[in-house]
């Protein structure tokens, strides 16, 4: 790990800030101390000082480190069996591992959306273990029945391993959901998280079946902002998406089935749209890879999901939707979050959009606007080089061995070079 009474200087750097204005020409230089970029600017101008360690990143570009505003960390793979079989002790040690695994695939920051505890975060801001900069929502608030009901036909909930410090999210009345609300800001969560339509991963409810009621969703809403908590919403389309924004949520996860109007309130709203394309894909390989494997529900609603969202996403990003990137990866995979990425510029982003959904526009999602997803003064020092540029392929990003630099909070998570 870097002393952080040493300062680090970066040098040779082709740069992308965060911002999304033009990438400079010539060569720029970072000045890092402690857990901050103290200094950006053109190499010609910003000397390596005496007593730093230097690093000669000539050929490489230096970008912030990526930020997913949707993944489950705590969510372990496996089967229903396999899963059983992991104790709780187990699962926050398996989960420690997960929150390594998403550093070194270049992750620096994640809003958790469910399954991760306060002790876990704790253990991350304390420098116990290491991990991405998390925001946790700790459990979906879901209405009896609804996306978060994990009971199955034979009677056993099958949403586990579960980290000990997460409550139920099962309310149903406005007076149950803010008590709700107050029970999960108690357990630790920096956000509310509440499902307002179906999914694809449960029987009940297709995606664009409302759950919840307004008065339900106005009463999480007004209980959460009066806490200065925001709130984020598993929601398709249709009208569990109208009660969000008429409420309004903060920010309207996955959103594949969105229509104009929506859209179009969304975007007079400020409301974030977190896309999330990931999970779908996922459930469609697997169904491709081992047919039969997931129940017949998943891939028949990913497919249909997929198509809407290729309509969809387009609209919001022409009518100036703030878009965050997010994965849903969870249990289909941890480590991967670049991969969205390639899914965003696939439906219609450029690659530099695609770089600031998942750096700036994450981190000002998150709560950290100017704080992190950015290099610039002032900033942490989280950020990434890596071997090429991501602006002529974003797909490089999903090649570690091309991440040959991540440094999380001026701390060298991962470093090939010699300084």
């Known amino acids: 790990m870097t002393n952080h009474s040493i300062q680090t200087y970066l040098g040779n750097v082709h740069l992308i800030d965060g911002m999304g204005g033009p990438v400079p020409a010539e060569p720029y230089a970072l000045l890092i101390e402690g857990r901050t970029i103290i200094a950006v600017a053109p190499q010609r101008e910003l000397r390596c000082p005496p007593g730093a360690v230097s690093f000669d990143l000539r050929g490489m570009t230096v970008m912030p480190g990526l930020i997913d505003c949707h993944d489950h960390l705590a969510d ?63 459990t979906i608030l879901s209405q009896f029945g609804g996306h978060n009901d994990h009971t199955e036909p034979a009677g056993i909930d099958s949403r586990f391993p579960k980290l000990q410090g997460i409550p139920d999210g099962i309310c149903d009345g406005a007076d ?46 007004d209980t959460a902002h009066a806490a200065g908590k925001p709130v984020m919403s598993h929601a398709y389309g249709g009208e569990g998406v109208k009660i969000c924004l008429d409420a309004g949520v903060d920010s309207i996860e996955h959103g594949a089935a969105i229509n104009d109007d929506l859209i179009e309130q969304m975007a007079r709203q400020g409301t974030w749209l977190v896309p999330t394309f990931t999970v779908l894909r996922k459930v469609l390989e697997i169904d491709t890879r081992q047919p039969g494997m997931l129940p017949e529900y998943m891939p028949r609603k990913a497919s249909w999901l997929v198509e809407r969202q290729r309509e969809s996403f387009p609209k919001a990003l022409a009518a100036g939707v703030r878009i965050a990137m997010g994965t849903d990866a969870g249990g289909f995979g941890h480590g991967r979050n670049a991969g969205e990425l390639a899914y965003m510029v696939e439906a219609g ?25 950015v290099l610039r003064e002032g900033a942490y020092a989280d950020l990434l080089a890596i071997d ?24 060298f998570v991962k470093n090939t070079l010699s300084g």
């Open 176 to 221: 149950a959901c803010r008590r709700k609300v107050r029970e999960v800001i108690r357990a630790g969560a920096d956000w509310i998280k509440i499902a307002t339509t179906g999914g694809v991963g449960t029987p009940i409810g297709g995606p664009l079946v409302r759950q919840f009621s307004v008065d339900e969703v106005r009463a999480i809403v």
């Open 349 to 373: 982003m450029t690659s530099m959009q695609a770089i600031v959904a998942a750096t700036r526009m994450g981190a000002e999602c998150m709560g950290l606007g100017g704080e992190a997803g």
């Open 388 to 411: 090429g540029d991501p602006l002529d392929d974003v797909r490089i990003l999903e090649d570690r061995a091309r991440l040959r630099l991540i440094m999380k909070d001026g701390v």
């Open 76 to 138: 372990l793979e496996g089967s229903m069996q396999q899963r059983a079989a992991i104790p709780p002790s187990l699962a926050v040690l398996k989960t420690a591992q997960v929150f390594h695994d998403t550093l070194l695939g270049g992750c620096t920051g994640i809003r958790d959306a469910s399954g991760v505890d306060l002790g876990m975060k704790l253990a991350v801001e304390q420098g116990i273990i290491p991990g991405p900069r998390l925001k946790i929502s700790i």
